[in-house]
């Protein structure tokens, strides 16, 4: 039902029906660009080649081979979601959580540092969502997490990172 009521799912679909149309009253050229700009649309939108394509930029990025004092997740990825079994509701950056989970996990770094926005009317931040969820999976012990303070954009999430480094002794 989601899915139904994306307005992009509905320009898309008018694209694709005003270029069935313009055939019909025999504008081909019109038709073969509202065609050409709905296939477009859809390879951009509805399938993996962006992320595919990002994939290869972040993997030419070089990182040491660790061990590191932490690595940093940034917040967006997933939000709490009361009753759902998972605990919380995972966006496509989840997996920039996982990756995190992962460089814990195998020794590259000591702690995972969580940042996040602040939750709804009160409710738990990002940060505070995710370590929950790691807790309640058994993906790592409760002190290798590191929850920051709450932030309401990414400027904010770096501040409150840099201010862990400035108090754990580290340089910025």
């Known amino acids: 039902m989601k899915a139904f009521l994306d307005p992009v799912g509905w320009l898309w ?3 694709c029906a005003a270029s069935v149309w313009l055939v019909l ?6 038709a073969w660009a509202c065609g050409a700009v709905a296939v477009v649309w859809w390879v951009v ?3 993996a080649l962006p992320t595919r394509l990002l994939m290869g930029l972040e993997t030419r990025i070089p990182a040491g081979a660790g061990p590191w004092d932490a690595v940093v997740v940034l917040g967006g990825g997933w939000a709490p979601a009361v009753g ?3 605990g919380l509701e995972a966006s496509d950056a989840f997996d920039r959580l996982l990756a995190g ?3 814990v996990r195998t020794g590259r770094a000591d702690q995972l540092w969580l940042a996040g926005a602040a939750g709804r009317t ?5 940060g505070e969502c995710a370590r929950d969820w790691i807790l309640r999976w058994g993906l790592l012990p409760a002190e290798k997490i590191v929850v920051l ?3 309401r954009n ?5 501040a409150r990172t840099a201010e862990r480094v400035r108090a754990s002794g580290g340089r910025v």
Do not use: Q
């Open 13 to 15: 679909f008018a694209l």
């Open 25 to 30: 009253k025999h504008r081909r050229r019109w």
């Open 45 to 47: 939108e509805y399938t």
């Open 84 to 86: 759902l079994p998972l």
């Open 101 to 103: 989970v992962e460089v």
């Open 122 to 126: 009160n409710g738990p931040t990002d």
């Open 149 to 151: 303070p709450p932030s």
């Open 154 to 158: 990414t400027r904010e999430e770096a």
